[in-house]
């Protein structure tokens, strides 16, 4: 299975990006999928998941309400809308898969499948 970030880039505080995940090589549609980031200096964090029909979502504390993962089973996408960014909010996002099939899983471990991440830096 192989994931391929889009989508990030700079944006001044308040505005807004949507991040995309391309996934191919595998049946899309039974994947567990999320979103974690990693700011420089600090540990990968768990930002959003989504199980594979789309219509269960979990989303971290820091970001539920402002984010929203959704995902289109009919051309392998993922995607993150991010609204109300904050320069708090800048980091690498990483797009990732697992087979288990419980959106609760927060850890990296958790996940088997990653992407190569996108820079997203939220200036003040």
């Known amino acids: 299975v192989q994931l391929v970030e889009s989508g990030g880039g700079l944006v001044q505080a308040w505005g807004s990006l949507r991040l995309s995940c391309a996934v191919s090589?595998?049946?899309?549609?039974?994947?567990?999928m999320a979103w974690f980031r990693q700011a420089p200096g600090q540990e990968r964090e768990f930002v959003a998941s989504?199980?594979?029909?789309?219509?269960?979502?979990h989303y971290a504390r820091t970001v539920n309400g402002r984010f929203a993962i959704s995902r289109d089973n009919a051309n392998n996408v993922v995607h993150l809308q991010m609204n109300s960014l904050k320069p708090e909010d800048t980091a690498v996002y990483y797009c990732?898969?697992?087979?288990?099939?419980?959106?609760?899983?927060?850890?990296?471990?958790?996940?088997?499948?990653w992407g190569q991440g996108t820079q997203v830096t939220v200036s003040s």
């Open positions: 990732a898969a697992q087979r288990y099939g419980i959106i609760y899983m927060t850890t990296q471990g958790s996940y088997t499948f």
């Open positions: 090589g595998g049946t899309f549609s039974i994947l567990t």
């Open positions: 989504v199980n594979g029909n789309g219509d269960s979502k």
